[in-house]
């Protein structure tokens, strides 16, 4: 088995030594031993730091990804919260297409004001009908719960 120390698995996988350090800390990876004072970790923490990037690209925090890792270390995720993280972005790409459409529409707008716009008015109330009826997600969370809770 061949043995990193965490200056190579930080200049690998692009993570910085304190966050390594951190991962270990809350259960995410695991040293196998020490050189000196410097940790020592198998080959396979680099597929795991990818599998933990993925996690927080894809909007689940920490404690959900450190949930999704079994006892051994092995991904044992379960498919109803991907599921439901998929919904979440269809959801947040929906939202950002029809931002990009407005955004675009007040910038090409021949009205003297925007709010003279019929268009404009209609995307107007469109955000402000999605924001009140929309069922709250659990992207935008930190250690599990929703930001601002």
Do not use: N, W
């Not at 109803?80 to 950002?96: G, I, P, S, V, W």
């Not at 268009?119 to 999605?130: H, Q, S, V």
């Amino acid at each position: 088995m061949r043995m990193m120390d965490i200056g190579e698995v930080a200049e690998l996988s692009g993570v910085p030594p304190s966050t390594l350090r951190y991962y270990e800390e809350i259960g995410l990876i695991r040293s196998i031993s020490r050189h000196g004072l410097r940790r020592q970790f198998d080959a396979d923490v680099l597929l795991k730091l990818s599998l933990i990037e993925l996690g927080k690209t894809a909007g689940f925090s920490l404690t959900e990804i450190a949930g999704m890792l079994g006892k051994d270390g092995r991904p044992d995720i379960p498919r109803d919260q991907l599921h439901a993280k998929a919904d979440d972005l269809q959801r947040q790409m929906l939202d950002l297409r029809v931002l990009r459409d407005a955004l675009r529409h007040v910038a090409e707008c021949p009205a003297p004001s925007h709010l003279e716009c019929p268009t404009f008015r209609k995307l107007l109330k469109g955000a402000t009908r999605r924001r009140v009826t929309r069922p709250r997600s659990g992207v935008g969370r930190r250690g599990g719960q929703r930001i601002g809770e």
